[in-house]
């Protein structure tokens, strides 16, 4: 069976849980997502019942399942009320994986910066190079609570908390990355988080780090103000 970019699967919900104070985890379940492919940092769209994207954990085709890991957002919005209603045994419509950015497996180094919203794809993306791989990288949310953990990883990426500083276009992220001790060769870097946010980072890696712009691989997870805007809601 082929299935097409926006071909709707129908799964179960087997596993919900919190593994961050605002971050929640949901297991689903169905036959057809042994069929799917994905890449790492890869997100699915859940009709819940509007349709909302959410970043993929993890997908495990030999068990027919795919984990979604949710920032609840203090201002909510439907997502966010259907990821906090959520129960096991309940029906939810999916489509197929989509990426926006991907691992550049011929990096020299990778870099991996965004929110609590960015981490999640990041994380998993990190978790696919091997604990081998060098990676750099630093990701902020306004309380340590809110820290999505990094299972798996030798050396931890660090968090910086912003407090009751916006989000939007975050300073507090971008001094974190200008303090960064990077290699003088440019890699790869993907940056995933707040729209305006990626934009402050791209531009400090390019015309402060002088990284290519084709190195700065953006992916926008949420905007103010624009419910289901990104790969993210």
């Known amino acids: 069976m082929t299935f097409t970019r ?6 179960e919900v087997r596993a919900v849980c919190d593994v961050a104070t605002h971050i929640r985890q949901v297991e689903l379940v169905g036959p057809e997502l042994r069929r799917l492919r994905s890449r790492p940092g890869a997100h ?4 819940t019942p509007e349709r909302r994207v959410y970043s993929l954990w993890r997908h495990d085709p030999g068990a027919a399942s795919v ?11 439907p997502g966010c009320a259907w990821a906090r209603g959520v129960a096991v045994g309940d029906r939810v419509v999916v489509e197929p994986p989509r ?5 550049d497996e011929a990096a020299r180094h990778h870099l991996f910066l965004g929110d ?28 340590p609570g809110n820290e999505v953990p990094d299972f798996g ?7 910086v908390h912003r407090g009751t500083a916006s989000g939007v ?7 974190a990355v200008q303090e960064l001790d990077l ?6 870097a993907y940056v995933a988080g707040e729209s305006d946010t990626c934009r402050l980072l791209q531009r400090h890696l390019v015309e402060q780090r002088g990284w290519p712009r084709t190195s700065v691989l953006l992916q926008p997870q949420w905007a103010a103000g624009r419910p289901g805007f990104g790969a993210g809601a």
């Not at 979604?68 to 909510?76: E, S, V, Y």
């Not at 990426?99 to 691992?103: A, G, P």
């Open 6 to 11: 926006r071909a709707p699967l129908m799964t």
């Open 44 to 47: 699915l769209v859940v009709h």
């Open 116 to 143: 609590e919203t960015g981490a999640v794809p990041l994380l998993a993306m990190r978790a696919a190079l091997g604990r081998d791989a060098e990676t750099y990288g630093v990701f902020e949310t306004s309380t």
């Open 99 to 103: 990426s926006k950015i991907t691992l």
């Open 183 to 188: 290699p003088a060769r440019p890699g790869t």
């Open 67 to 77: 984990t979604l890991r949710i920032a609840l957002h203090d201002a909510g919005g």
């Open 169 to 175: 276009a975050s300073r507090v992220l971008l001094r």
């Open 153 to 159: 990883a030798r050396t931890p990426l660090p968090w």
